[in-house]
């Protein structure tokens, strides 16, 4: 499947702003037979990993599966080296690594956070591209009282944070009741170095 940017003129839906671009949701940024694509190729391909974490004295799963990778990597799995070819074209920004959630249900989840900024390029923004069913990302002022924003994350969306933004806002994927399907996101961003 060939991305041609261009080809598809998404409206972008400004959640948050800042100097950098804040937080924009860009809706039908991937055409949806490409998005259905890098879907399944994304779930066949990728070698997913459940891992553990502590929480207080015990270990427990992380409720969803991961995988990162590099831009370099040899034998970039489909459709990571198509995927990072139309998102650094659609932004303009030399995205380089790659991090995969697989949410495999509603059970699935990842709590409001902020990106962890030390090996991130000031100035550039992440990227997530969401594939499969239909999630809701919750997206929260670190400080004071601004309003909570919920955004539908449609497969071909994409959702675009500044840096700076991660210092002032979190987001997360709550956990949803009746969702039995699957969802991938893919988060593209800069690695310094
Ligand atoms: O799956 C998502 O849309 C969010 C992923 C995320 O927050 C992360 O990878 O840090």
């Not at 920004?93 to 059970?107: C, I, K, Q, S, T």
């Amino acid at each position: 499947m060939v991305f041609q940017p261009g080809l598809f003129a998404p409206e972008p839906v400004s959640l948050v702003n800042d100097a950098e671009g804040g937080i924009r949701y860009l809706p039908d940024s991937i055409p949806a037979i490409a998005a259905q694509q890098w879907f399944e190729q994304s779930l066949e391909n990728i070698g997913w990993i459940s891992q553990q974490r502590m929480m207080y004295d015990r270990e427990v799963a992380v409720p969803r599966l991961l995988a990162t990778f590099a831009r370099e990597a040899e034998d970039l799995p489909a459709p990571l080296g198509e995927a990072f070819e139309a998102v650094r074209a659609l932004l303009g920004a030399p995205f380089n690594r790659v991090g995969l959630n697989l949410y495999r249900d509603g059970n699935d989840s990842v709590a409001l956070h902020g990106d962890k900024t030390e090996k991130l390029l000031p100035g550039q923004p992440i990227a997530i591209v969401s594939l499969g069913t239909c999630r809701r990302m919750s997206i929260r002022p670190k400080a004071g009282s601004g309003r909570i924003v919920h955004v539908e994350l449609e497969p071909g969306s994409c959702i675009v944070m500044s840096y700076a933004s991660q210092f002032t806002h979190e987001h997360g994927i709550p956990k949803l009741a009746g969702v039995t399907e699957p969802r991938i996101s893919l988060a593209f961003r800069c690695y310094a170095g």
